[in-house]
């Protein structure tokens, strides 16, 4: 296995000597302005470490692997039907996990806690981390500060199997062998319509995808807020297309909610607590939420629900609350069509959030319990207070030694280069962090007029008002 793991290593190397473009990394230290010495005094710029920077992104990553394999123990589990009622409660913690509405376990756990990956084995690629990843990776391939449509087209093509070239997939060892994109929803038909030549926007458009309000692009898109801090006008500018390849109105500014408060998370006063922060960053991004809009009334009336509820514990009623008036009764403008709907799944990410009061460990409890898909909001909220925390906090935070840093792409995702030719899996966290410096080199330079202090190791990222 390693001898072949080295061939493709080896073959991947001259592949990428062979078509790469002549441009390098170092013209963006070119493009560095002179003044950066007296920019580093100025009280208009944030100024962020990147080397703690390399250690939050790593804590993101780890962060968002414990809550998406933990959240997929009870991913469909409860999803509002007869079949599935009642819903989890905080006594379902530790027990059996029961089987999703698909009539399956999991293979990976048999009772409902937090799962883990310790070294010597790669934490399995999943859709809520795999796309990201390959954003990531096209934006080092393509040494821009912005993905234009055709290479995002040309990417998905790329790096997601169709559900005709798929390999076969065995989910437990007594399985029939299946073939298996691991693509749904929406996120499947813009895979068709690429096919096709169509690129986003037109992706997500309803006329040529009826999925488009699912919600594929809020756990897809995360990383654009975490490549351009600070400035969250420039991570919707970097996250645009990557949404609207799936999404579409609602759907699409929930995206967005999440990219703004990744992007803000690098910019919130440290002094506040963790609960404290987590409420500034979800009240900065819910401005961008139209007023009229499904999800604005949404994150309004749980947010009142969670200030008016004596028992702070009890999240159990508000996702109940939720389950009667969204689910039920179509208020607020929304009507429920799935389980993998965009509304009733924010609706269940921000009751973790709010009841989780920034702390990891009880935020991604809550979400797994929560109910409908479970594993997409405990990853979102996994991933940004895994970069609020960063790693050794998050590992802190669970109780945790050190934990499996190794990343399995190629369990979901085809055609990347293989950065860990002698162990399983095909990258790790801090290689995947550190490389993600050099992008964000690149977006603080050409997007935001900002400057790198290369004495210091720092960014200077003007503040806007």
Not at 192 to 201: D, S
Not at 266 to 290: G, I, N, Y
Not at 299 to 316: L, P, Q
Request: net charge negative; charged share 25%; aromatic share 12%.
């Amino acid at each position: 296995m390693i001898l072949i793991k080295q061939l493709l290593f080896f073959v991947s190397v001259l592949a990428l000597f062979s078509c790469s473009k002549p441009q390098q990394a170092n013209d963006i230290q070119l493009s560095t302005k002179s003044n950066s010495q007296s920019r580093n005094t100025d009280t208009n710029v944030t100024k962020i470490s990147k080397r703690d920077y390399q250690n939050k992104l790593h804590g993101f990553w780890l962060g968002q692997s414990i809550a998406n394999w933990t959240g997929l123990i009870t991913e469909m589990d409860k999803v509002g039907t007869a079949q599935t009622m009642p819903f989890y409660t905080d006594d379902d913690w530790g027990k059996p996990d029961l089987k999703a509405m698909w009539g399956e376990y999991v293979p990976h756990a048999k009772r409902i806690d937090f799962y883990f990956v310790k070294p010597g084995q790669p934490w399995g690629a999943d859709d809520d981390t795999d796309i990201e990843y390959m954003y990531q990776f096209l934006y080092e391939e393509q040494q821009t500060s912005l993905l234009t449509a055709q290479q995002i087209q040309q990417g998905w093509l790329k790096h997601i199997y169709s559900e005709d070239d798929a390999p076969l997939y065995k989910k437990f060892t007594d399985s029939k062998p299946l073939t298996e994109n691991f693509l749904w929803e929406s996120n499947q038909q813009a895979r068709i319509l690429m096919a096709q030549g169509m690129m986003p926007p037109n992706t997500s458009e309803p006329e040529n995808n009826n999925k488009y309000m699912m919600i594929d692009a809020q756990l897809t898109t995360e990383i654009f807020g975490l490549l351009a801090p600070v400035q969250s006008d420039v991570a919707l500018k970097m996250s645009y297309l990557p949404i609207r390849a799936s999404a579409k109105f609602d759907a699409q500014w929930i995206s967005e909610f999440y990219v703004i408060m990744h992007s803000l998370a690098s910019s919130v006063d440290k002094s506040l607590t963790m609960q404290q922060q987590t409420v500034w960053l979800a009240t900065q991004a819910r401005k961008h939420l139209p007023d009229n809009s499904y999800s604005a009334k949404m994150y309004d009336f749980i947010k009142n629900e969670y200030e008016n509820n004596a028992d702070k514990n009890n999240w159990e009623k508000t996702r109940d609350m939720v389950f009667d008036r969204y689910q039920q009764n179509n208020n607020d403008g929304y009507i429920y069509q799935a389980p993998f709907d965009a509304g009733i799944n924010f609706s269940a990410s921000l009751i973790s959030l709010f009841y989780g009061e920034g702390d990891i460990v009880k935020t991604i409890k809550i979400g797994t319990l929560t109910g409908w898909d479970s594993d997409n909001p405990t990853a979102t909220w996994g991933g940004l207070l895994g970069f609020m925390l960063g790693k050794t906090k998050v590992e802190q935070a669970f109780g945790q030694g050190e934990l499996s840093e190794t990343y399995w792409i190629h369990r979901t995702r085809r055609n990347f280069p293989d950065h860990t030719v002698d162990e399983h899996g095909e990258d790790k966290f801090s290689l995947m962090a550190k490389r993600a410096l050099t992008i964000i080199d690149r977006v603080v330079v050409e997007q935001m007029n900002g400057e790198m202090d290369k004495q210091n190791d720092l960014w200077l990222i003007p503040n806007k008002k």
